[in-house]
């Protein structure tokens, strides 16, 4: 059933590429038939300050001085809606939603035969005034949008005190193993962006990255699982975007929050700005992970015709993250049609490990006579850290025509890293060193981007998108390294395992995207990216290696329908590409363990995958929701990390003898069925519940491994329960259970997390405080590993510390002053420049 073909991959590519065409033609003919004679409603509904469309908005029509609601429906995701079949008569309409005021429009006349436009209506954020202090009301924890899942990290009580990754455990859709490793999906090959765009940052250790960003300073989660031609075609398992805290509100507005813990310390400060026309905000923030130690043992059997080894570890690490990040954003309203955006933003982050571990070598023949048994001492150090710089300059023109706009953004990101390792191995006794390298490993990445966008309005049933990028990615890397010579009992120079490593990748894109509704039913957005890819890669010792250029066309389409009572249903396809990315290619070889030795792969393929899903969302009127996702996905040329045992090993100069070495390859086909489900429910007043679970049947098709192909069924549970009790006091708990992981090699163990937290808001909801405990009856994950290649088998157990205690305090400061609503509408109505 899974052997696929190059017919099979054609023909599911050139048929994504037709069906958008062929609908594309049809809703102007569609249009064309006759309007219905019955009376029809219709508006827009937007925020009276971002003048975004305000999505899922309840609109309930009602006759003009009665009870009982006549009809209704909710607003798409452009903020409009159509309410049609309406008798003749005078009638009130009630738009309301969380967060908003509500907003009554009485009396609305119709008449039978014509519609009823209400035009743009302007919907104003529901805010208490406390003194100086405006606090908004809360939105939902999870928006589901038409193209996109948002998770409002704000309203989280138990990730407060903790960084990025805790946030992401807590989005459907989202696996966090216990190394902060995040997959979507079931796929790791995610892109990351920051407020939209692409950082530099995320060319390190991804986990790494996300555990330096405290949750107190994320705002929301957007989860892209079918990106649309708009966005980069990079990522086959979609988008993450994180979008930072800032506000739209007038005046001087900040807050500050502070965590300790016995496990993590952070802090951030936010500063907003904001008049009629100029906007400024400031952050900045920092995080720690507190040193940790964790325990580690393997057994590794390997074979060969003389008969067998078997290398015996056991040893501990300890371990110590830090970060800090700061940065400015600016944005002008230069008239009403014209808008300029800017930021620069610094991130630095780091990590130092030591490690001391007891190895015991054995050698026996083939009948299991003991031939030869060592025993050595492995010591290592490990150090890096990344220094990065981004800015942007964005502008917006608005015409004439509302939604007919262009967009110019300039991006640019540069890093400069560095990473220094040392490993000796010691005889037990007495102690002294038998071999040993140290290595230093710096390079700067550069990535700039450039794009137009440009958005055109087709009468009022068709919005047509179109674009041009081009990101421009260099990376420059040195590797030197030393080798201990007995002789001298020193370190000396070794030219035959270091080198130099250029790499230029540029990338130029167009796109084009047609938005409409077909029959008055049914809402459609197909559209299709072509990206360019142009690579060049030079490294003294091999520098004759050649990348070819790739074209790729990705086409991708949504179809949804929102049904009356706040029902949705959606289906979507994307086509994707995984580039490899710096840490796959990078060639540099750390022998902190000279018998487990990793490398990256400057050979690697590009990655490809088809993507479908199907989903069905409910917004309940008192509260709650649910959303279910049924998705499939087949991935050709999968890149996976993939463990190599070589009885020598030659690196330079130098041969190592029973050596793994794990790197990067394009070893199998993908393929991923799974579901989804999440709800939000109100038990009683005050008491939520959420939960999420996911299921997903994987079967890997090894082709360049020689090993067997596998099929393996995975899941994913948690829940969240909140308890809003009187005098400002909250309660959370959240449990996430992983199951096993089965990998081309072998089995990655289940995770447990249980988190509980306690916020009391005080100074009129200024300011509060939160308790939080991670794993309070267990000090240590087990994380037991299984894996398997030719001529070798490898059982590992990590002991990582996970138990943790925190608090949080949280401020939020400034006086904030609004416009009143007529204000707002005047503006609108009499745009300056006209």
Known sequence: MFSSNHYLNGHIKIMAVIIPLIFFTIPLRAQQSPPSASGKIEGIIVDSISKTPVEYATI????????????????????????????????????????????????????????????????????????????TAQRNIIENKIDKLVYNAENDITSQSGVATDVLKKVPQITVDVDGNVELQGNSNIRFLIDGKPSTVFGNNISDVLQTIPASRIQSIEVVTSPGAKY?????????????????????????????????????????????????????????????????????TTYDSLGHYEMLQDGNSQFRRYGYQGGLGFDWSVSSKDNLTASLNYNYFGNHSTSNTDQKIM??????????????????????????????????????????????????????????????????????????????????????????????????????????????????????????????????????????????????????????????????????????????????????????????????????????????????????????DYRDLNPFINLSDPHNITTGNPQLDPEISHSFELSYSKVFTKGGNINISAFYRRNVDDIQQYVTYYPTYRIGDSIYSDVTVTSRQN?????????????????????????????????????????????????????????????????????????????????????????????????????????????????????????SGDNFTLNSLRQMPFRSFGINLTYKFGKMQFKPEQDEHNDLMNPQGM
């Open 60 to 135: 309930a029509v009602y006759v003009k001085d009665g009870s009982r609601i006549i009809t209704g429906t909710t607003s798409d995701s452009k903020g409009k809606f159509s309410i049609d079949k309406i008798p003749q008569g005078n009638y009130r309409i009630v738009i309301d939603f969380i967060g908003y005021k509500k907003k009554i429009i009485s009396p609305v006349k119709v008449d039978g035969r014509n519609t009823a436009s209400l035009g743009t209506i302007l919907l104003s954020t529901s805010v208490t005034t406390l003194g100086d202090v405006t606090v």
């Open 232 to 300: 980069d075609a990079e990522g086959t398992g979609g988008i993450i975007n994180i979008i930072l805290k800032k506000t739209t509100i007038k005046g001087i507005s900040g807050n500050t929050s502070l965590s300790a813990g016995s496990r993590l310390e952070n802090g951030s400060m936010n500063l907003n700005f904001r008049t009629n026309h100029i906007g400024i905000n400031a952050f900045l923030s920092g995080n720690t992970q507190m040193p940790s130690k964790t325990l580690s043992s393997m057994d590794r």
């Open 363 to 580: 050698t026996f023949d083939n009948l299991s006579n003991l031939l030869y048994d060592r025993k050595n001492v492995l010591k290592s150090t490990n150090d890096f850290y990344s220094r990065n710089f981004d800015w942007s300059v964005s502008y917006r023109h608005k015409f004439n025509k509302k939604g007919h706009e262009l967009d110019f953004l300039y991006n640019s990101s540069y890093s400069k890293n560095y990473l220094y390792y040392e490993q000796t191995q010691n005889m037990a006794s007495p102690d002294s060193i038998l071999t040993g390298s140290k290595g230093t490993n710096p390079g700067t990445n550069r990535e700039s981007d450039f794009s137009l966008d440009y958005s055109l309005p087709v009468g009022d049933f068709l919005n047509i998108e179109a674009g041009g990028k081009a990101t421009l990615y260099e990376l420059k890397s040195n590797t030197d390294v030393d080798t201990y010579i007995p002789e001298m009992e020193g370190f000396l120079a070794n030219g035959s395992q270091s080198y130099t490593l250029k790499y230029d990748r540029n990338i130029y894109a167009g796109y084009i995207t047609g938005a409409f509704t077909l029959f008055h039913w049914l809402d459609m957005k197909l559209g299709s990216r072509y990206e360019l890819t142009q690579t060049k890669i030079v490294y003294t010792n091999n520098p004759n290696v050649e990348i070819p250029d790739y074209h790729t066309i990705a086409p991708s389409f949504i179809v949804s329908h929102t049904f009356k009572n706040n029902h949705t249903i959606k289906f979507s396809y994307s086509y994707r590409i995984q580039r490899p």
């Open 667 to 787: 070893i199998s086909k993908d393929y991923r069925s799974g579901l989804n489900i999440y709800g939000s429910f109100p038990l009683i007043k005050g008491l939520n519940l959420r939960t999420n679970l996911s299921a997903s049947d994987h079967y890997v098709e090894n082709t360049g491994t020689g090993k067997e192909s596998f099929n393996s069924f995975e899941y994913r549970i948690n829940l969240n329960l909140t308890y809003q009790l009187p005098w400002n006091l909250a309660i959370e708990f959240f449990g996430n259970f992983n199951s096993p992981r089965t990998n081309v090699q072998g089995k990655v163990p289940s995770f447990t997390s249980y988190n509980f937290a306690v916020r009391k808001q005080f100074l009129k909801k200024q300011a509060s405080i939160a308790l939080t405990a991670v794993n309070p009856f267990n000090e240590y994950i087990r994380q037991k590993t299984e894996l």
